[in-house]
């Protein structure tokens, strides 16, 4: 068996693991930034740093592979200090550290390092790196690079989550920009807005648009776990609600059928349910040939009646249902109970025909 | 699908046939682009070169409604070049002899005359598929919207018992399902022919269950399906419940459909939207939307998991459960008393072998597949890894027929239906999500360019586009992903009803409508 020692403690690893993933295992709580779980590491960002013994500099654990016997020391004052300075030089090429958590699921990530760090000193004059696209008036994605750290997680998940590699690098350094073929919109490329490179952005420099109209709104975000209402996948979602309003929707990175990915509809096409056409109250076909707002009573007593109407005068079989294949169990459950117990009959079907 | 969503990163060798997987099931597509990068191999057979071929090493563009034919072609080539699971075959299918003589009669060159598509790409998909020790297919509408979609799947469940890529991880015949609870709402018993979880509506061990368990009589034959119903409307059928389904727009043949309603006495529709359906109902009752209802779903792969409201409901719009419990207690019925979503849920896991081990509490964090008979029972992601539900995996001896309808000096073209990204269905729910017009905000016909040329047609300009049932106006764009001679639209625009177009025939079946192929004739409209 392979073991290596992390902070005192042995663990076992399989070979190929890296220090970082058995460190997370452990509990070991190392910080990170160009790292996410679901795409190739990258050690770019070098927060991730850890001792190991008989080693000179300090390791990018999220790249470093493990071998048997390695000691490890995951925040020692030297780590620390050299974090510390990282994340002060990381802060001070930003407009801002701190920003709207609708913007994203991974936004407030940079945010939280500063905090736990304490690298809000300002002891650095940054030069900001990147540049806003404002002039993507896209819908669903605000490209606000002046929030930009370089950390590529955007192009990454892009090209290994999505296979779509809508987006790419220019330049290094303070000029690093992330940007499509030719400096287009998003629109102009094959980006699919699928939003993944906006949820995976730790700093909000990639911000969900239709999220961030919903800033204003007081209240705290309240979070419900759900299921994309589209196609048949049943993504995992968590819905974002203020104030009793759908402001937005975050990918469940424990989705066990998505896995945290999302398309644009399960991404950006939720606010359907607070349209203006809503229906909010039953309506019934009055004398005048019109459809008229009614009360409940009212309605489901001229339901139930004309049914009923149809059973006494044609026979069982003279009503039909058709289930939703949109709605849930409950529904699809209710409707086939009601034509089979209430008509004796089996006159009901789902739309699965077409 | 026989085998989970994680399995779509396992397979050697992946075969997509009649699935535009990349705009309707993206985040399944990212599965398989990641197989691909991976080193799997991927075959896709679709008449549209489809944003998926853009990943595949393998691309057979066959022509609308031909799929039968490439099938047995490869089934030929599997049997010929000694592709055969040998053990697999032996020890878990039946009718083996009748079927590898009848598939001798369809060598590859037979197929490629059919389907338009070189023999020497069809013997190169059948030995990629066959050679392998993992081979999965992945298949949507374009399999079963045909009025031979029947034969379509079982052509692809020969191939798999062929080579016995079925039951094992990284194998299996996957169709992808389209609507978000459509395997739910068959799990459920919305089906003219089966209770819940699937038990036949003609049995009378059946029958005698649910009798007891409703405690009412029910009818010991069988349903119409919705099809057939709305052939019947005003004869038969004089009243109508519709849930949560734009019928009008949807459907093939929509005069036709928009008729039957009409004639109906009484039609009754549960929807959130006052869709172009609910516009034509006696009574409309308004229903709780997505993000407003707590309940079930059932996705692709069988797997069962909770939806829950975030917001409270628009104006006095009510859950499904609780207008049919109110419709049913107005009928007079009983076993309709539930208080709550999740007694409507339990109730169906008492009387689904399916659910029987599942209740609300259980599917939390929807870890479990269908099925799950018992407690005790961790629920099954793979199906058939031990055997066939009705013991041997049966060959089907199956023979190519042409669509409906075909091209002909009047119809000269083909008409093929499908999605688009960034619009769900008759786009009630996407329409009305901002920004999504920025995207797409018309519907449009995709033309081959060397076409649009040819029929006098100009991009973005109007055409008429008539089949034997009507006819409609569309804008052209040009666009090489169709090719030469067959057209593509969705049916994703009220203002745009394609589906005045279609409906020439149906599955003998099953009642699927031909949604996929229809023959059309394009005119340049000079009309604005
Ligand atoms: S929205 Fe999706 S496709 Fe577009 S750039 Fe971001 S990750 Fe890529
Ligand atoms: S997010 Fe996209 S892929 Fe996932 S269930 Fe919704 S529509 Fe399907
Ligand atoms: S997280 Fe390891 S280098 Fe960025």
Known sequence: MTTLTIDGQQQS????????????????????????????????CRLCVVEVEGVRNPVASCTAKATDGMVVRTATPTIDKHRKTLLELVASENREVDVDPLRGYASQELAMLVDRYDARTGRFRGKASGKSQETDQNPFIL???????????CVRVCAEQEGDHAISVRNRGFETQITVEFD???????????????????????????????????????????????????????????????VGVLPAMDGPANEGALCIKGQ?????????????????????????????????DRAAGGFMKARDMHGRHSVYAVASGRAPHEAAYAVQKFIRVGFMTNQVDNCSRA | MSNPLADMEKPQTIFCIGTNMTECHPVAATRLKKAVANGARMIVADPRRIGLCDHADLYLPIRVGSDVALLLGMAHVIARDGLVNEAFVRERTTQVEEFFEHIKGFPPEWAAEITGVPAADIEKAARWYGEVERGAIYYTLGITEHICGVDNVQSLCNLALMTGHIGREGTGINPMRGQNNIQGAGDCGALPNNFPGFQSVIDPAVQAKFEKLWGVKVDLEKGCTKVAALDRCGDEIKAMLICGENTVVSDPNLAHCRKALERLDH??????????????????LPATSWGETDGVNTNTERRVQRLRA????????????????????????????????????????????????????????????????????????RLHSEGFINGRGVFKLLDYRDPAETVSDEFPVWLTTGRRLPAYHTHTQTGRSAGIDYL???????????????????????????SARGSIRIKVQANSCSPRGTVFASFSFADTPVNILTGGGYDPATDTAELKVCPVRIEASFRA
């Not at chain 1, 490209?143 to 997680?153: A, N, T, V």
């Not at chain 1, 699919?192 to 239709?210: I, M, N, S, W, Y």
């Not at chain 2, 039609?267 to 409309?284: G, R």
């Open chain 2, 310 to 381: 975030a917001v409270p409901p628009v104006g006095e719009a009510k859950p499904d459960w609780w207008l049919l419990s109110e419709l049913a207690k107005r009928c007079g019925l009983r076993g309709f008393e539930w208080q709550s979503a999740k007694d409507v849920f339990n109730e169906l896991c008492e009387v689904s072998p399916l659910y029987h081990g599942l209740d609300w509490d259980r599917i939390d964090t929807g870890e479990y597949h269908w099925p799950c008979p018992d407690k005790d029972h961790p629920g099954e992601p």
């Open chain 2, 440 to 466: 797409l905000s018309e519907e449009t016909l995709e033309v081959h360019p060397d076409d649009v040329a040819d029929w006098g047609l100009s991009d973005g300009e109007w055409c008429t586009m008539s």
């Open chain 1, 13 to 44: 690893f399989t070979p190929g693991e890296t220090i970082y993933e058995i460190a997370e295992r452990a509990h070991a709580d190392i910080p990170t930034l160009c790292y996410d779980p679901r795409l190739k590491a990258f050690g770019a």
């Open chain 2, 267 to 284: 039609l009754v529709v549960a929807d959130i939207f006052l869709t172009e359906t609910a516009a034509m109902a006696d009574v409309v």
């Open chain 1, 268 to 300: 950006f096409a939720f606010d359907f349910v607070q349209h203006p056409d809503r229906l909010a109250s039953p309506l019934v076909r009055r004398e005048d040939g019109e459809l008229h707002p009614a009360s409940w009573d009212e309605a489901l």
């Open chain 1, 184 to 246: 287009g919109d998003l629109k102009s490329g094959t980006c699919t807005f699928c939003g993944q490179c906006v949820q995976t952005c730790p700093t909000g420099a990639l911000a969900d648009r239709k999220a961030i109209r919903a800033t204003e709104l007081p209240g705290p975000i309240e979070k419900a776990r759900t299921v994309c209402p589209y196609c048949g996948v049943g993504c995992s979602v968590d819905l974002q609600a203020k104030g009793g309003k759908l």
């Open chain 1, 143 to 153: 490209r606000d690079y002046d929030l930009c750290i370089s950390c590529y997680r």
